[in-house]
């Protein structure tokens, strides 16, 4: 099998597990990004994600993750989830908490894809990754073709939005690379105008003023000069996808690991508030909710509580 060949097979056998789209590209060093990285960085847009600061150098270059590297494979699992929670009012949570979590339910679809690879083209060395380790998730779905980085940095896709988690095999095998998507936002600046915290400028988020920064990566006290900001979101935050005109196309997710728990979506304002530990630790049994804590998600919901 030639390069082509193998990159077909691999696309096939990843949508039969289930992902939406599957892209490859040249392993290389990320030139482009690198400048916009350190400038990003030396804003300290990062806040006290101090971790963004770490191995740079890795982040850069995938070859320095798996030696001999010689392609990414970007893969895209869809999260989409119509139902709602049932009052309006209530503390909201962002979609792709909704059930368990993503990095568990992601990799146990990648290693029958890594198995695959292993049994079809021999003793291939790679490392699998799911929004985890030095890896810049983003440009290499563009590259592969996946999405393009859309103004809110989300990867956008034509034919679903962006309502999809991303992630990546590196790997030591020559496979033929697919053309990079192109951007499709045009004129349209609907997430820059809908965030409430005006985080978003065009293709960049300072993430020092993300919502999902402050309820989920910031440990401590919520900044004062963000009260009446959150639009009642108690962990993440959708508001930049909701608006996105592309995800008109997003369609529901098949994965049932992702289906919400009905005591959670009919959970009401005064039950949010009222929330005891106990009930936090069953409501969110493997959920993503869990990287809080209980004292940070009281955090954030004292918070909320402050604007009334």
């Not at 568990?104 to 699998?128: D, H, N, S, T």
């Not at 993430?207 to 009446?228: H, N, R, V, W």
């Not at 690991?257 to 493997?286: A, I, R, Y």
């Amino acid at each position: 099998m030639d390069a082509r060949d193998k990159a077909d097979a691999i696309k096939r056998k990843a949508h039969k597990l289930g992902f939406v789209a599957c892209g490859m590209a040249q392993a290389g060093f990320l030139e482009a990004e690198a400048p916009r990285l350190e400038q990003w960085l030396r804003a300290k847009q990062h806040g006290e994600m101090a971790y963004m600061a770490n191995h740079v150098d890795l982040r850069l270059d995938p070859c320095k993750l798996v030696p001999g590297a010689k392609s990414v494979i970007s893969l895209a699992y869809n999260y989409y989830t119509p139902p709602q929670q049932a009052h309006p009012d209530a503390p909201k949570l962002s979609t792709y908490a909704y059930g368990r979590d993503y990095h568990k339910v992601v990799k146990q679809r990648l290693k029958p894809l890594m198995q695959f690879i292993k049994e079809q083209f021999g003793a291939v060395a790679m490392r699998a990754f799911v929004d985890s380790g030095p890896v810049m998730e983003k440009a290499w779905a563009q590259r592969a073709g996946i999405g393009w980085v859309g103004k809110h940095t989300n990867v956008i896709r034509q034919q679903q939005g962006s309502f999809f988690f991303l992630c990546e095999i590196i790997l030591d095998l020559d496979l033929a690379p697919d053309a990079p998507a192109t951007d499709h936002c045009g004129t349209c600046r609907r997430c820059i105008d809908a965030c409430p915290t005006d985080a978003i400028t065009p293709y960049a988020v300072d993430g020092s003023k993300c919502i999902s920064y402050f309820t989920i990566e910031l440990k401590d006290a919520i900044p004062q000069d963000m009260k009446g900001r959150f639009a009642d979101w108690a962990f993440g935050c959708d508001i930049c996808q909701q608006v996105c005109p592309w995800n008109r196309f997003a369609t529901p997710h098949s994965e049932p690991q992702f289906n919400p728990k009905p005591e959670l979506m009919s959970m009401t304002k005064d039950e949010w508030h009222g929330m005891t530990e106990v009930v936090f630790d069953k409501l969110f049994e493997g959920s993503a909710v869990k990287r809080t804590k209980f004292e940070g998600l009281k955090r954030n919901l004292r918070f909320l509580a402050s604007d009334q």
